[in-house]
Structures are given as structure tokens and as C-alpha cells.
């Protein structure tokens, strides 16, 4: 188990580091930084004099090794938007994200895993329609759209939530079923699939007829083996909500590191960018491990490979 | 994102919603919404609409214009005279104080103005400051600005862009500093800061009696929410009081329900088509015939963008500022629509059958729509790109933007030099480079006789109306959204202030 962690730990920071390489690269060809924080009334000699004050006229190897030897440091420079260290940004608006991420995925998983499970005891029937219904629907809707809708509903009708802003745990509630409702579908019909394959399989049958009980049937043997692949679809998804929830934590005004990046890509403001790129990327790489070592904890059989 | 496409359904849905708004009038607290995440508070290092806002409630400047009729009047200076051309003296205001209790004198003057005109500490409208060589103090409440070379629009500047900041406390602060814990002499102090997110003011109970007059609302919390569906949902459950740049198609809506108060304002952004008439970008492009821009100006329906598209107080513009500014003479040749007379212009300088020609624009992708099919129309055929501002500043500068869609807001200066002398003075964004204008703009710039510089701008306007360099159109406006308990009247400037709010 300890050799299949630490290959698994080798790959991962390879991954960062070819993510973090890329990333430079792109942004160093899609425009001129110095041109973006001269701003409206510059002319070529300010945008002349920044460029060299930064040091954007230096080779794109010289760049990325020196701030990749920051970054190593934990130093990932001054946003040139805002003037203030990046990390402490990043470090601030993360904690929104970190929140809404894992309470949107924690929702997913708490409503798609037992509807799925449901769906696939009865397939077919009334229960099993309803929840397939929900997860088209979930695929469907834009989540600005559906963010809007609940807007309409809970703050502005019944005015029990309120629409923006991230002070309480009430301002919480519609972005995580927002963001989780999206991830729900593809994790139940997963679990739903999974399931109806692994109660058809022959180890099932021999349980139910050596007399075991039908609730340790569904969760000890099949749902534990049906669940190896939605842990890895719930990992991405995590992944996918740290770093995609741009428009939740835009409608809802959240402030959050998804927006942040976001809006930092059309300000140039490349530290900001390049630091959570590696940030996100690295969020994928951490869930994808621990996927990874749940899965090989499941599934003895997975630690070999 | 498709967003427009279902955000009018989600307005009219929220139509239904029944329900008053509440005020928060019973704790004082104005709630505003910002848009944009403003990069600093710091004025001097903020280029945003948002920060002017947040300036004007916070610092004062040394002198105050009217914004209805542009007047001077003193506000840290009581009285300003002119010692030669290139020096002004001022009389300061005594027995003011700033927010931390530090007396306002004259080192606070002088620190100011030689931090920012240097260029070295990096403000980020360098022609904001850039006038000012330095500043020197008389006495404790005189002191003398010194600029660069001979600079009429000092007081506009005075009035506008330049505030006077704490000396020592800057001096230990900085620009970071002053961003995150700003200290002033304005209306407003500042009670909390979360870097774009969040801005907490509350009245200044010692605030001098100065042209600006006391602020009556005792607290104003601002909120950035990106999206303005979002703030009006805010402003329906009661969360939020005012909100600002309210698109019209939705403030006509908010209007039609009656529960607000809905203001349209111009503002002084303008927006044109730029031609490469010197041929930066290829010496035989199109438009560096003189027929050829006559005609794009011809093609162009400046009534019908105005009045179906932008609506509220825009209006058409036919010269190379906004009508308001000081020097901005509207005697000049005007293009009415008339695309067959765009297409007989066009055959005259040997496109009978049109050309093509690439067309940059980087924002109101609407506008930029109708802008392409009335070009269509009489020939023009448009390859058009969408840019990201800053790529499309770049290709403006390297000068390979043969046609292009920009606008300018002259940074609320109210007067000519801001916008004309910005573009047709051969620097890297002049894409006229016609000698004429520029001996006229540098006479109408230096000049200390406000005749001899109004009557230099309107030979420039006239010879660049006359050689069709631009095709002015239109101004933007603005529209203001509050609940019935907020009395604001907002000015022509686009700048929303506090002080001037009350409870109705």
C-alpha cells in the first residue's frame, strides 16, 4: 500500500508541474500583461517602462523558472489588480470555495446515492422514473438559470434566504443546491447503473441464499462494489466544483476563487491566474489520489495497479 | 454563457413577485451595490468608475466644481491665483482636520502632489497627474503647484482626479496601505474594507463646512454583485437600496412596477469608429481615403442607435468629445444617415462593389452588431472581432487596426483636452497623425486665454469633422434604481454621491 502511495504521489506532483508549465506558456501567448495594468490612458512609453519594471521583456523560460522558484517558496507575487500578495487573496476567497465545494458535494452524494440505489432495487418503476426525471433535469438546467429561479422563490417571495453575499450559513444554502444538483445525475445514474449490475452478479446470489439479511446484501456486498467507480466520479466532480463554480459564486454573489480566476484571466492578471490554476490543479490531483486510495481500500484488487 | 437569452423570462418573473422593499432607513445604512471589483480605494491607483465614487465620498480636492453647472468653488483651497503660467498659489482652508485627527496643511499638499506626479510611484492615470511637476509650501496654509508647461485645465483637474491625502500617514502607509484603511477629509469615513468585495463608510460628524455640504445618511454599506440580476433581486427582497448602470431594457421593467425610483443620466463616454486614415496598418487601406470615412459616417444611423439601443438621456455625437466639455464646439460638419450617398462616396474612390475590412470592438457587443450591418449595407463588409480590451489596446498602439469601435469616457473631465487632445496629438493611439490638428490642439492645450483655447479646439473639431478621421456617434447613459425611500438626483458625470443622498 505504501509503494502504491508514493508512485501515486510522484505522478501527482509530475501532473502539477506539467499543469503549471502549460498554463505559463498559454499566458504568455495570449496577450500583453503591461499593457492591461497601464490602463486606459497609458501611452508606449509607460507600457514600455512596466514591462521592464515587471520584467515581462525577459525570455518565457526565464520567467517561468523565476516564478516557479517563488512559488516553491509558497510566494506566488502581487496580483497586479489588486496589489495585494496573491496568496493572501487566494487564501481568503478559497475559504468560500473550500465551503461551497464541499457542501455541494456532500449534497450531491447524500441525495444521488440513495435515489440511485432505490432506482436500481425497482427498476422501472414509479420511484426509479421520478429520479431519472430529476437527473435530466439536473443536466438540462443552466445553473445560473436554476440559481435565479431559487433567487425568485426563497428571497424574494418567501424571503426566508438571502440572495447574496457569504456572511451566514443561510447565504450557503441555494448555491450548494445549485452546484450540487448539478453533479447529482451523473453520480446517481452511476450508483443506479453499478448496482443493477452487481445485484445480478453471482456472489449476490449466493449471499441472499446463504441467508444473509437483505439490508446487508444491498450495502456490505453490493453497494461497496457498485460505489468503486462513482468515488471517482464524485472526486472529478469535487475537482470540477472547486475550480468551475464561476457562475454559482457570480449569481450569488460569493466572491469565491472560481470568480476570481475568472475575472483575473480578463484583467491579465497573471499571478492571480497562474497561481490558481496550480491551485486547482492540484485540487484534482489531491481528490484523484485520495479517490485512488479509498478505491484501493474498497477494492484490494486496485492496489496493484 | 447564454445568459441574456433567459435573464428578461427570470425579470418577468420576479414582475409576479408581490412584496414592498424595505429601507434599511431605520439603522441609517444606505445599501449599495457596486458591479465591478474595484481594484484598490486608493484613487490614484484605481482607473474604475466605482473608485471616483468612493473618492469623491472619502477625499476632498482643493477646489469643488459644480456638478450642474461646472462652477469653481473653494473646497480645500479657499482661493487660488495663477503667479505666472506655469505656477499656481493657493490658500488652504484652515481648521481642517482628516479622519485619523491630523490637521490639513500645506505638507500635506506638497507630499501629495509630488508622490503622485512622480511616475516613478506608479499612479495609474498618469494624465491625471502627470500636469503637476511639484508642489511647494508658502506657509502652513499656502501653498504653490508647479506644472509642467502651461496647463488651463489645472482647475478641472484640481476639481476632479486630484485629492489630497494625509502626509505622514501615506508616507507610512502607501498606496497598499491607503487601499485597505483609507484616511480623508471628505464627507464619509471608512469603517471597514474587503478588497473588492465590500465597503463600509459612515458620516463624518466632523466634516468642515465646505462646498459639498454635510453628508445626511449616516452609513452606506457598498456590496460588489457581479450580477445585475442578482442586485435586483436584492432591491426586491428588500437587501439593497440603490443600485447603478441598471441595463435599460430592465430599468424600464423596474420602472413599469412603480414601487422605485428609476433616473436615466448621461454620462459623458462616447462612442466612435476609429479609422486608420495614415495608413498605419497598411499604407493602401481604404480609409486613408477621405471619401471613404465620409462614407462610414454616412452609413451609420446615429438616431436609430440612440434611440433603440442605448434610449434614456444618449444622445448622437458628431465630434471628437462630449458636448458638455469645455472647448467642445458643436459647429462642425455633421453626417446625417444617407447610406446611398455612403455607397455613391464609396464608388467614388474606386469601391463600387465595396471592400472587406476587418472591424475590432471590445465591448456593448450589441452595438458593435448594428454597427457591422450598417456597414454591410453599403458595402463595407466586416470581418468582426470581439477582443478582450487590453489585446485590442495592443493592436491600437501597434496601429493595425484599420477600423474599430471604441468609446471614451474622459475620466469625467469636463473639458475637451480630455478626449481630443488625447487622441489627435500623434501619440501611439492617433491614428489621424494630420499636422494641422495637432498645431491647433497645442495652442487650444497650453493657452491661459479661455477664448484663444476655445476658439483653437473648434478649428481642430472643425478640420477632423471635415476630414471624417472619426465617426462619432452617440454618448452612454446610465440609469439609477433606488426604493422610494432614497432621494438622490444623479448628475451628468457618473458619479454617484453620498453626501448629496437623503431619506425620503
Redesign the interface.
Known amino acids: 500500500m505504501l509503494r502504491f502511495i508514493l508512485r501515486r504521489l510522484g505522478l501527482a506532483l509530475l501532473v502539477a508541474l506539467t499543469v503549471s508549465f502549460i498554463s505559463f506558456s498559454l499566458l504568455f501567448l495570449s496577450g500583453d500583461p503591461a499593457i492591461a495594468i497601464a490602463g486606459e490612458s497609458a501611452n508606449a512609453e509607460d507600457v514600455a517602462a512596466i514591462r521592464a519594471l515587471y520584467g515581462f521583456d525577459r525570455p518565457m523560460m526565464v520567467q517561468y523558472g523565476d516564478w516557479l522558484w517563488h512559488a516553491l517558496q509558497f510566494d506566488f507575487g502581487v496580483s497586479y489588480y489588486f496589489r495585494l500578495p496573491v496568496a493572501d487573496l487566494i487564501s481568503e476567497r478559497l475559504s468560500v470555495t473550500m465551503t461551497l465545494g464541499v457542501c455541494g458535494i456532500v449534497f450531491a452524494l447524500l441525495t444521488a446515492v440513495p435515489l440511485g440505489v432505490i432506482a436500481a432495487i425497482r427498476p422501472n418503476s414509479l420511484i426509479d422514473r421520478i429520479a431519472l426525471f430529476l437527473s435530466v433535469a439536473g443536466q438540462a438546467m443552466p445553473s445560473f438559470w436554476f440559481g435565479l429561479i431559487l433567487i425568485v422563490i426563497f428571497a424574494i417571495q418567501l424571503r426566508i434566504l438571502p440572495a447574496s453575499g457569504a456572511d451566514t450559513w443561510q447565504h450557503f444554502i441555494m448555491p450548494t443546491i445549485v452546484l450540487g444538483y448539478y453533479a447529482m445525475p451523473a453520480i446517481m445514474r452511476l450508483t443506479r447503473a453499478g448496482m443493477l449490475e452487481v445485484l445480478s452478479a453471482d456472489y449476490i446470489r449466493t449471499a441472499r441464499a446463504k441467508g444473509a439479511s437483505e439490508g446487508r446484501v444491498l450495502f456490505k456486498h453490493a453497494l461497496r462494489n457498485a460505489i468503486i467507480p462513482v468515488v471517482s466520479l464524485a472526486a472529478v466532480q469535487m475537482g470540477f466544483m472547486l475550480g468551475g463554480s464561476i457562475v454559482v459564486e457570480s449569481v450569488f454573489a460569493l466572491h469565491g476563487a472560481g470568480y476570481l480566476a475568472w475575472e483575473s484571466i480578463g484583467r491579465n492578471d497573471l499571478p492571480t491566474v497562474q497561481a490558481l490554476i496550480l491551485v486547482f490543479a492540484l485540487f484534482y490531483i489531491v481528490f484523484t489520489f485520495l479517490a485512488d486510495v479509498l478505491n484501493a481500500w474498497l477494492d484490494p484488487r486496485m492496489r496493484s495497479a | 454563457?447564454?445568459?441574456r437569452v433567459?435573464?428578461g423570462s427570470?425579470a418577468a418573473?420576479?414582475l409576479f413577485?408581490?412584496?414592498m422593499a424595505h429601507a434599511d432607513k431605520g439603522n441609517d445604512t444606505l445599501r449599495v451595490a457596486f458591479t465591478k471589483?474595484l481594484?484598490?480605494v486608493d484613487s490614484y491607483?484605481n482607473?474604475a468608475r466605482e473608485g471616483v465614487v468612493l473618492q469623491r465620498a472619502i477625499w476632498d480636492g482643493l477646489i469643488y466644481a459644480d456638478p450642474h453647472t461646472g462652477e469653481y468653488s473653494g473646497n480645500l483651497a479657499t482661493e487660488w491665483t495663477w503667479i505666472d503660467d506655469t505656477t499656481l498659489e493657493l490658500k488652504l482652508r484652515e481648521g481642517v482636520t482628516f479622519h485619523d485627527g491630523s490637521p490639513f496643511t500645506a505638507d500635506d499638499v506638497v507630499y501629495t502632489v509630488d508622490f503622485v506626479a512622480n511616475?516613478a510611484n506608479g499612479a495609474?492615470?498618469?494624465?491625471?497627474v502627470n500636469w503637476m511637476d511639484h508642489a511647494e509650501k508658502v506657509d502652513d496654509h499656502t501653498v504653490r503647484i508647479i506644472t509642467k508647461e502651461p496647463f488651463p485645465a489645472a482647475l478641472e483637474y484640481l476639481s476632479g482626479p486630484v485629492s489630497i491625502y494625509p502626509s505622514d500617514y501615506y508616507a507610512e502607509a502607501g498606496?497598499?496601505g491607503m487601499?485597505l484603511k483609507p484616511i480623508g477629509t471628505g464627507p464619509y469615513k471608512v469603517v471597514s474594507v474587503e478588497?473588492?468585495?465590500r465597503f463600509v463608510l459612515e458620516r463624518n460628524e466632523n466634516y468642515f463646512d465646505g462646498p459639498k455640504g454635510q453628508a445626511q445618511i449616516g452609513n452606506v454599506d457598498i456590496?460588489?454583485?457581479?450580477?445585475v440580476?442578482?442586485q435586483i433581486?436584492?432591491l426586491?427582497?428588500?437587501?439593497l437600496d440603490l443600485i447603478w448602470q441598471v441595463p435599460s431594457d430592465q430599468a424600464e421593467r423596474l420602472e413599469q412596477m412603480g414601487q422605485f425610483t428609476v433616473a436615466n443620466e448621461s454620462t459623458m463616454r462616447v462612442g466612435y469608429l476609429a479609422m486608420d486614415a495614415a495608413g498605419r496598418s497598411d499604407p493602401d487601406n481604404p480609409f486613408t481615403k477621405l471619401e471613404v470615412r465620409q462614407a462610414v459616417n454616412h452609413a451609420i444611423n446615429r438616431e436609430e442607435l440612440v434611440g433603440e439601443l442605448l434610449k434614456g438621456k444618449s444622445i448622437p455625437i458628431h465630434t471628437a468629445c462630449f458636448p458638455s466639455q469645455f472647448g467642445c464646439a458643436q459647429d462642425v460638419k455633421e453626417y446625417e444617415y444617407d447610406p446611398e450617398k455612403a455607397r455613391e462616396l464609396l464608388a467614388q474612390a474606386g469601391y463600387p462593389d465595396g471592400f472587406a475590412t476587418e472591424f475590432y470592438a471590445y465591448r456593448d457587443r450589441e452595438l458593435a452588431e448594428a454597427i457591422t450591418s450598417y456597414l454591410n449595407a453599403v458595402g463595407i463588409r466586416t470581418d468582426f472581432k470581439m477582443l478582450?480590451?487590453?489585446?485590442l489596446?495592443?493592436l491600437n498602439?501597434k496601429g493595425e487596426t484599420p477600423l474599430s469601435f471604441q468609446t471614451w469616457g474622459s475620466?469625467s473631465v469636463n473639458d475637451a483636452s480630455a478626449m481630443v487632445s488625447?487622441y489627435f496629438k500623434h501619440?501611439?493611439l492617433d491614428d489621424a497623425r494630420d499636422d494641422e490638428v495637432l498645431a491647433e490642439l497645442d495652442i487650444a492645450d497650453s493657452s491661459t486665454d479661455p477664448e484663444v483655447r476655445k476658439a483653437h479646439y473648434r478649428t481642430a473639431l472643425q478640420r477632423i469633422a471635415d476630414q471624417a478621421y472619426w465617426a462619432p456617434m452617440f454618448s452612454y447613459n446610465t440609469n439609477y434604481v433606488s426604493t422610494a425611500e432614497v432621494s438622490y438626483t444623479p448628475t451628468a458625470d457618473e458619479v454617484l454621491r453620498f453626501h448629496t443622498m437623503t431619506w425620503n
Open positions: 454563457m447564454k445568459r433567459l435573464t427570470v418573473l420576479a413577485s408581490a412584496g471589483e481594484e484598490s491607483f482607473s511616475e495609474v492615470t498618469q494624465r491625471n498606496p497598499t487601499g478588497p473588492g468585495k456590496r460588489t454583485i457581479p450580477d440580476n442578482t433581486a436584492e426586491f427582497s428588500g437587501q478582450q480590451y487590453s489585446a489596446r495592443d498602439m475620466f488625447q501619440g501611439e
